[in-house]
């Protein structure tokens, strides 16, 4: 694995009211790392995506970001329209919902190819071809194209959402429960889907779950989180098989048995 | 000719040209600041008008603002001279202002418009002023308006190309006809106001002053004279403007922009050419369409 991280967070807090949010978070991710964050509701996980995503401003602390033009970088010191480029090009975001992260009134190749026009490209035949090959990519039939996302089922609804992130080739995701609202046999394909593409396009990523079987399947590491906190951290295997946290013991036993 | 044109007189119980001095200097300022920032939406504090919003609220107050007792003014509504609105704004002005009102192009200093600029080509010192229902590009795309600034300070307008995108992608061609976005001098996403696809060329390099305004919206906005106004479009799908197999059925015209008019039950149709100053002038000139001459 590369030396060099991708994303450097030190210290950080961010909270929405000065109680509730995440506190002093730091991590390392290196390219082609996937990173899973557990706990249980109203831990901190999903504040801690949005304050490294920049979303929501951490109080203090600082994230750093190894960016293309610019080397490695804290967030803070970028302009507001260098971090918007920078979530556009090099980032990508798949939500719970694919209905927040999709643009429901456009076709699905609309949908693909918008953050190519997005960075200047303006050739239709193109951003037609690209599109065609993620939605291949994707198991998703070409001919579905010109179809609208509402027009598709939930599993084939998120598996459009993130081929709409990775068509600029990004370097890091962000998935904020990303299976939790598909029935399980549609959440099985698609975490194979992603395990694929994150090895095939070496990706990093932050997965947010509360799901341990996502974090066993995907993640390299793992943070346990639980009142705002890491309570614990290191390899999946290690955390899914030998927890040390008296929490992070109740969570690996709450996993039902086969 | 147009017999409530010669017959209102100015009403001295209003305000030169309605609205109060410092309103008119408000909007005057705001109009100098859209001028200087070409395409950019400025806000400006829109007043209740003796007319409900949607009927040109917007094109109104930007018209009293600059309109002096010298000018000449021309209101088109469809392209047309004589239609209902037309000839009311007309005639609002004649009534506040006592300013002369004509139906020629190239008499009028001051052409107030809805859908239209006029065939007749514009020249230096004229000034368009367009009746704008949504002033903003990226609203389709964007509801929300910190959004849509903040979209426009950084220039980002890829994501109004997913418009065209889809147009191509559902009809094979880009089906957008009116309100088709322009940039500006470079910079800003314009929409043009709903004018046919078919005048946005005529926008580019313009040697008048073109304002916009929304009343309901309250903003402003310009092209100034001779300004660079792009249409968008593909690279493999150029823009281009609407064409017809058919002339003008009187005054046989290819050039202008045709209406098409049912004619009865049975669906007989004829097209005109939807400037009627342009065409009627044309007619006085001896040319003749097709049921012109049948007429004949």
């Known amino acids: 694995m590369n030396s060099q991280p991708l994303l450097s967070v030190r210290d950080m807090t961010c909270t929405w009211d000065g109680v509730h949010g995440c506190r002093d978070i730091s991590f390392d991710l290196h390219p082609g790392e996937v990173l899973c964050v557990v706990g249980e509701s109203g831990s901190g996980k999903s504040t801690l995506l949005q304050a490294v995503s920049w979303q929501a401003r951490p109080e203090s602390g600082s994230v750093w970001y190894d960016t293309r033009d610019r080397g490695f970088v804290d967030l803070a010191s970028l302009s507001a329209a260098h971090l918007r480029l920078l979530a556009r090009t090099d980032w990508g975001f798949v939500r719970q919902n694919a209905r927040d992260?999709?643009?429901?009134?456009?076709?699905?190749?609309?949908?693909?190819?918008?953050?190519?026009?997005?960075?200047g490209q303006r050739h239709y035949g193109d951003l037609r071809r690209v599109a065609g090959s993620w939605l291949h990519k994707m198991e998703i039939d070409a001919g579905r194209l010109d179809d609208a996302p509402a027009a598709f089922s939930g599993g084939m609804q998120q598996r459009l959402q993130i081929a709409r992130n990775l068509v600029t080739h990004p370097r890091m995701v962000f998935m904020d429960e990303p299976t939790a609202s598909l029935d399980v046999s549609v959440q099985?394909?698609?975490?194979?889907?992603l395990r694929q593409l994150v090895?095939?396009?070496?990706?990093?990523?932050?997965?947010?779950?509360?799901?341990?079987a996502v974090?066993?399947?995907l993640a390299h590491r793992t943070l346990v989180m639980r009142g705002g906190r890491v309570v614990e951290s290191g390899l999946t295997d290690q955390i899914l098989d030998d927890p040390q946290h008296p929490y992070t013991q109740l969570l690996v036993s709450s996993i039902l048995q086969s | 000719m147009n017999l409530s044109q010669a017959t209102v007189a100015r009403d001295d119980h209003y305000n030169f040209a309605y609205l109060d001095e410092s309103t008119k200097r408000m909007l005057r300022r705001?109009?100098?600041?859209?001028?200087?920032?070409?395409g950019y939406q400025v806000p400006f504090g829109s007043r209740e008008m003796p007319l409900p919003y949607g009927w040109g609220t917007g094109g109104i107050q930007v018209t009293a603002a600059i309109i002096g007792a010298g000018d000449v003014l021309k209101v088109i509504d469809q392209g047309s001279d004589d239609t209902t609105n037309a000839i009311n704004i007309r005639r609002f002005f004649a009534r506040v202002t006592g300013v002369r009102t004509t139906e020629s192009t190239r008499e009028a200093t001051i052409v107030q418009t809805r859908h239209r600029i006029p065939e007749t080509p514009l020249r230096e010192g004229q000034v368009m002023v367009y009746q704008v229902p949504i002033p903003?590009?990226?609203?389709?795309?964007?509801?929300?308006?910190?959004?849509t600034r903040t979209m426009h300070a950084l220039a980002?307008?890829?994501?109004?190309?997913?418009?065209?995108?889809?147009?191509?992608?559902?009809?094979?061609?880009?089906?957008t006809t009116?309100?088709?976005?322009?940039?500006?001098?470079?910079?800003?996403?314009?929409?043009p106001s709903p004018i046919p696809k078919f005048d946005n060329p005529k926008l580019d390099g313009n040697p008048a002053l073109m304002l916009f305004g929304a009343g309901r919206e309250k903003r402003v906005y310009a092209v100034p004279p001779y300004t660079r106004v792009k249409s968008l479009d593909f690279e493999d799908h150029p823009f281009r403007v609407e064409q017809w197999d058919h002339c003008c059925e009187l005054c046989g015209s290819r050039q202008s922009y045709l209406d098409e008019i049912i004619l009865d039950d049975q669906g007989t149709r004829r097209f005109v050419c939807s400037d009627t100053e342009y065409c009627t002038d044309r007619q006085a000139a001896g040319y003749a369409g097709p049921a012109a001459q049948e007429a004949a």
Request: hydrophobic residues 50%; aromatic residues 6%.
């Open chain 1, 101 to 119: 992260g999709l643009r429901m009134q456009v076709s699905a190749g609309a949908n693909i190819a918008e953050r190519l026009m997005a960075v």
């Open chain 1, 188 to 193: 099985a394909r698609l975490l194979d889907l």
């Open chain 1, 199 to 212: 090895a095939d396009l070496k990706l990093a990523a932050i997965v947010v779950t509360h799901d341990l």
């Open chain 1, 215 to 217: 974090a066993r399947l």
């Open chain 2, 30 to 38: 705001a109009l100098l600041k859209a001028v200087a920032i070409p």
């Open chain 2, 136 to 147: 903003e590009p990226l609203r389709w795309l964007e509801p929300s308006e910190t959004e």
């Open chain 2, 156 to 175: 980002e307008y890829g994501g109004m190309h997913v418009k065209l995108y889809e147009d191509i992608a559902q009809h094979g061609h880009i089906a």
């Open chain 2, 178 to 191: 009116y309100d088709y976005p322009v940039i500006v001098n470079g910079r800003y996403m314009m929409r």
